[in-house]
């Protein structure tokens, strides 16, 4: 517990709420205390504590917060749910998985046992990187922090990789070919057609690597990417998944909902279509089900009231243009007067 509250990223992310620092200061603080960690600590021991934390914060926290919402206000929470009442995960069709039986605690037991499990074998890589092989290691685990130009093009390749192995995996190794992998895919996430933030990370083992893991780590270790910038990227798509797969029908942002709406869609479709979060590949392939990417930007936009706020901003600026104009015509002509 001490390993993980003396991860800087987590007191980078807190201390603006409690500290009035300017931005510089946080800035030092932040580096001293990440030198120190790296400096005091086994890079393999600083990446598994920061993975873990960050899956904490970004996937279990919510999750569960989501999870007593909708347990202990059930009459309110459907009302916010896509699939009304079935999206209830300990009363509707999420309570229990398919034929078998399985309750939603135990999906609960699974999905943390996948990211135990993804952790293990990120620690496994890296002691096959450094110990066996005697290379470098999969991620930077350095002193150096990375520039703001570097972590933000790093985290939208990685973004736009992540879309497209996790289409071409998902597609055709977990649903068009049938093997194995797509079998217990199908027999395990799949048997959940109302999901909940917590099915996020169901699924059996071996297809869970292939569906969720691979698809964002690499990406990473391609590129070698820093572990902050990883972190980043992790905690971006993981609270990506977390907010997604809610089952809730209004989920913020214009990109987030429809995202949830192609997720929520596949899931109630059992596989069928929107093979990837984002819906580029799908736009592109002609599997979109629901409407493609294009439509529920439009959708989502019109939900928010974009057009409606921007023609207003535009309206009010040019009132505001106008009013200006005439004080300055006012002002010139008294001037002239004088």
């Known amino acids: ?44 021991k600083v990446e598994v504590v920061a993975v873990l934390g960050t899956r ?29 009442a079935d999206g209830l995960p300990t009363r509707g069709r999420g309570a229990t998985r398919g034929g078998n039986g399985t309750q939603w605690y135990q999906i609960i037991g699974v999905s943390l046992l996948n990211i135990l499990l993804s952790v293990a074998i990120q620690a496994g890589v890296e002691l096959l990187f450094t110990e066996v092989f005697h290379i470098r290691s999969a991620l930077k685990v350095t002193t150096t922090l990375p520039m703001p130009w570097s972590i933000a093009k790093d985290v939208l390749r990685g973004l736009l990789l992540r879309e497209v192995i996790q289409y071409y995996f998902h597609r055709f190794l977990l649903h068009e070919n049938s093997n194995i992998l797509s079998r217990l895919h199908n027999s395990w996430f799949h048997s959940v057609t109302a999901p909940y933030s917590f099915v996020a990370h169901y699924d059996h083992p071996a297809s869970y690597i292939f569906f969720r893991f691979l698809p964002t780590y690499l990406p990473s270790i391609i590129f070698r990417v820093h572990l902050l910038t990883y972190l980043l990227l992790l905690a971006i798509i993981t609270f990506e998944e977390t907010l997604t797969l809610s089952g809730y029908a209004s989920v913020p942002g214009i990109i987030l909902g429809g995202i949830a709406r192609r997720q929520d869609l596949h899931s109630e479709g059992r596989g069928r279509g929107n093979f990837a979060p984002w819906g580029l590949l799908d736009w592109i392939h002609g599997t979109s089900v629901g409407g493609d990417v294009l439509d529920d930007m439009k959708d989502e936009a019109e939900k ?23 004080g300055w015509n006012a002002r010139r002509k008294s001037s002239k007067k004088a």
Not at 9 to 33: C, Q
Not at 34 to 41: A, D, H, K
Not at 56 to 84: A, E, R, W, Y
């Open 56 to 84: 904490l914060l970004f996937f279990l926290v919510p999750s569960l917060f989501f999870l007593l919402f909708d347990s202990i206000i059930p009459s309110l929470s459907v009302s916010f749910k896509t699939q009304g």
């Open 1 to 44: 517990m001490d390993a993980l509250l003396s991860v800087p990223v987590l007191g980078y992310f807190l201390m603006p709420g409690l500290t009035t620092y300017s931005t510089s200061l946080n800035l030092l603080f932040f580096y001293m205390t990440w030198s120190t960690l790296v400096l005091s600590q086994p890079p393999l």
């Open 304 to 326: 928010h009231q974009v057009k409606e706020r921007g023609g207003k901003a535009l309206q009010n600026a040019k009132q505001n243009g106008k009013e200006g104009l005439r």
